[in-house]
């Protein structure tokens, strides 16, 4: 069985920096094809993806939020970790991390790679 | 950067067909991937791989695409069906994953 699970400050200042850690079971971030992402909701809002990091190390980031985001893994601990900068009110938000299957392409067509499991969240709260 | 457009709002009768269907340019390029979300809970992927289900999830939902808009179907909705649903593709021009804006379906 795949779980997931976000730990990190439930209240964060503005200007502060958020560090979230998602810790994992029941796979293993060295296998190939997988990665482990991280995906955001505003109260009331959509998801917003925000980083991925592979199995190889390769990272993506959200071109939106690329500046502000940080993501790293410890392969041995079966961590994934999300900094991110500058946190404003505006990213207050439940934040998820979720194991990742990366697409392919055929001759014919190519396949997104998609999200599942995701953990159960965690709610920041960015105030003074 | 790309988008994927859903309608905010769709309605079913208990029993009849929906669909909920995502526009975006990537999904010339790429399927899309669906995703449930329930209140209060993380979402749940219902269909990848363009129509493939995981394990546990009921064959009333399937996808298709065609062109730029790619669709979820739930044929003969439940009321455990009330959900919001989000499409999922890749972004063409940085090649990382988007989501669209999200589709509140209510059974009625």
């Known amino acids: 069985q795949i779980t997931l699970k976000e730990s990190g400050p439930a209240l964060v200042k503005p200007t502060q920096t958020l560090t979230l850690t998602c810790t994992f079971s029941?796979?293993?971030?060295?296998?190939?094809?997988?990665?482990v992402g991280w995906i955001r909701q505003p109260p009331g809002g959509a998801l917003e993806w925000l980083a991925l990091?592979?199995?190889?190390?390769?990272?993506r980031y959200s071109p939106s939020l690329s500046s502000r985001l940080s993501i790293t893994k410890d392969t041995s601990e079966n961590q994934v970790f999300l900094t991110m900068t500058n946190m404003d009110p505006v990213d207050t938000a439940t934040y998820y991390c979720a194991r990742y299957t990366s697409g392919y392409c055929t001759p014919y067509t190519c396949y997104s790679g998609w999200f599942d499991p995701w953990g159960q969240g965690t709610l920041v709260t960015v105030s003074s | 950067s790309s988008e994927l457009t859903q309608d905010p709002v769709v309605s079913v009768a208990l029993g009849q067909t929906v669909r909920i269907t995502c526009q975006g340019d990537?999904?010339?390029?790429?399927?899309a991937i669906w995703y449930q979300q329930k209140p209060g809970q993380a979402p749940v992927v219902v269909i990848h791989?363009?129509?493939s289900r995981p394990s546990g999830i009921p064959d009333r939902f399937s996808g298709s695409s065609s062109g730029k808009t790619a669709s979820l179907t739930i044929t003969g909705a439940q009321a455990e069906d009330e959900a919001d649903y989000y499409c999922?593709?890749?972004?063409?021009?940085?090649?990382?994953?988007?989501f669209g804006g999200g589709t509140k379906l209510t059974v009625l």
């Open positions: 999922s593709s890749r972004d063409i021009n940085n090649n990382v994953p988007l």
């Open positions: 990091i592979f199995w190889d190390a390769n990272k």
């Open positions: 990537s999904l010339r390029s790429y399927d």
């Open positions: 029941g796979f293993s971030l060295s296998t190939s094809g997988v990665g």
């Open positions: 791989d363009k129509n």
